[in-house]
């Protein structure tokens, strides 16, 4: 039996009704295409194998279509199943999202930032105290990736210098937060020894940066072995053991500048590209990453002598 709003003509119903079938029917659906299975597709659902079954006879009937022929003691999607599953996985990933951000932001209002592990832990997270001052209901979350695979992972923003790995869209989105620095550094006592001797500490994933350091200032500052680590901050260590010659940006290392614990002999120069934050794809920002990214374009501009 339908009930009808007697304020409302039936065409003006028809236009407003979305000609959907139920949500029941189109996860028990999605649930045996992506599973291969009705009984998986129960266990999954914590339904009967009875009222999965239901759901997908109840859906093909309504859509007068098969959308699965058996294939040994499995199903396989027809080809209008298979079209449809498409559409179907797609509108459910874009739902599951949207929920998901939703449910966060409902639970902590803020932004989620993602960045390197060194450029956390030496220069963003000692500033987030002054940032929290000025922007006491704004909190941060933060998410640690690598140069080998800077992903999103639900971040709002990805903070890096390094875009070469990123797709055309991404760095069209990139938003620029301040140039970068980077210096040859070692002990005060490694500076001594002539290039031949020294050994380059590199980078394993950003393994160019020596290359774009040579290109633009013409010292070959190392020319003994290379030792390679996977993050920037055992670059670091490596260099204040005495290892080598590290080649790090000037904020990652501004303590031990000062305390003369590391020193660069031929200073620093601009890199290309600068620091730059990519928005993710597909969703508009929050309302707290323009605060965010115009308080780190002031802080980074603090570049130290």
Known sequence: MQFFCPC???SDELIA????PPLAALRAFEAIARTGSVTRAAEELCRSHGAISRHLRLLQEHAGAALFE???TGLRLTEAGAAFHASVRTAFDHLEAAYAQLARDAQAPGLHVACSATFAMRWLVPQLAVFYRSHPHIRIRLSMTSAREMRHE???????????TYGEADRHRAIELAPVHFGAVCTPA??????ANRARIAHEYTASAWNQWEALTGQ???L?????????????EAALSGLGVALVEQRLIARELQEGLLVAPHGFVPFEGGLRAVPAAGRALPAQA????EWMRGALAAVPA
Request: with cysteine; hydrophobic share 45%; aromatic share 10%.
């Open 8 to 10: 409302v003509s039936f």
């Open 290 to 293: 323009g605060v965010f990214i």
């Open 220 to 222: 070959p500052v190392a």
């Open 224 to 236: 003994g072995e290379t030792l390679a680590f996977p993050h920037t901050h055992l670059c670091i």
């Open 17 to 20: 009704m979305r000609q959907l």
């Open 154 to 164: 639900g971040a709002d923003l990805i903070i890096a210098w390094d875009l070469s």
């Open 70 to 72: 058996k294939e040994g």
């Open 190 to 195: 490694y500076a001594r020894r002539r290039p």
